[in-house]
């Protein structure tokens, strides 16, 4: 199994201040590509999208370095793959697919360090 992606995103924080802590807003875009297998039949290809997000961070401890990021971001994905299946010697091409989704994209819950 093979993933890799790369997602900036631009973000808005509610509060005025410069502590970047609370509510926060952004805007995402997603590039991917893919190549696994589960079953039978494997999937190779990339992603491509983008939408809004939307998260809160908590600071973690007393100190100013330490926070909890947590999120959730909706939008649109358009997936280009090819698919194969195994067949002795070798993987066969079992054609080419085209799926485009709109809906929720991510879940996220990450600890940030800023120095």
Request: with cysteine; charged share 25%; net charge positive.
């Amino acid at each position: 199994m093979n993933l890799s992606w790369l997602s900036p995103e631009i973000r808005y924080h509610v509060r005025g201040d410069r502590s970047y802590q609370g509510s926060y807003w952004g805007l995402y875009y997603k590039y991917g590509e893919f190549d696994y297998k589960l079953d039978d039949t494997g999937r190779q290809g990339y992603i491509n999208g983008g939408g809004l997000s939307y998260g809160y961070i908590f600071k973690f401890n007393r100190f100013d370095c330490l926070f909890f990021d947590l999120g959730i971001s909706a939008g649109y994905e358009h997936y280009r793959y090819n698919r194969y299946y195994w067949f002795k010697p070798c993987n066969v091409f079992d054609g080419h697919r085209e799926r485009n989704y709109f809906g929720p994209t991510k879940l996220k819950a990450s600890i940030v360090w800023r120095f």
